[in-house]
């Protein structure tokens, strides 16, 4: 049986689509057969960071899978994609990433980051890699903003091809020790 592999976007998303916080988006693929792709380390991440590679396609991809309450903030132009990685090195073995840049419909530059997940069982950590590779991304995106009034907007993507089902929560708060 194969793998499938699931989209979901995290609702810590700065800046765009406040109003499905606390949804998530999956989307269930078998992109290759395992039998087909053996000698291939990591066939699923393979598959998605190539079509990743093309930003029309990746723009339609990505769009299909946003909520239309971020969607409707995109401008139709097709996304660029960035050359930064800011997955930790001890970590790329499991994870790597893609990071792009797109224009709103009011002329603003946001962007859309794509984690793709490496290990075939839910992570519940996810959430706290994700919000500190954003931050380093805004750290970089500071020294060539050092005046900057606000921050871009970014909406944060996982791809998980594992064949557990994702059941870890989507909101970033659920690994906060509250009294709720």
């Known amino acids: 049986m194969g793998k499938k592999a699931v989209f979901f976007v995290f609702s810590f998303s700065f800046g765009l689509g406040r109003s499905f916080a606390s949804r998530y988006v999956i989307y269930s693929v078998n992109p290759l057969r395992q039998n087909i792709a053996d000698n291939i380390a990591h066939p699923h991440d393979h ?3 190539e079509l990743l590679s093309y930003p029309e396609q990746a723009g339609t ?13 995109l401008s139709a132009k097709p996304p660029r994609l960035v050359d930064a990685s800011f997955v930790d090195k001890e970590l790329r073995d499991h994870l790597s990433d893609r990071l792009f840049e797109v224009e709103t419909v009011n002329s603003k530059t946001a962007f859309l980051y794509v984690l793709i997940k490496h290990k075939s069982t839910p992570d519940g950590k996810v959430g706290w890699q994700l919000l500190r590779y954003m931050v380093e991304f805004l750290k970089e995106w500071e020294k060539k903003h050092p005046d900057w009034n606000r921050l ?3 909406v944060p993507f996982v791809f998980y091809h594992g064949e557990k089902e994702w059941k870890i929560p989507n909101e970033f708060l659920y690994l906060v020790d509250s009294e709720e």
């Open 61 to 73: 991809l990505l769009r299909e899978r946003l909520p239309e309450a971020v969607v409707k903030f």
């Open 47 to 49: 598959f998605l960071k």
């Open 152 to 154: 871009p907007a970014i």
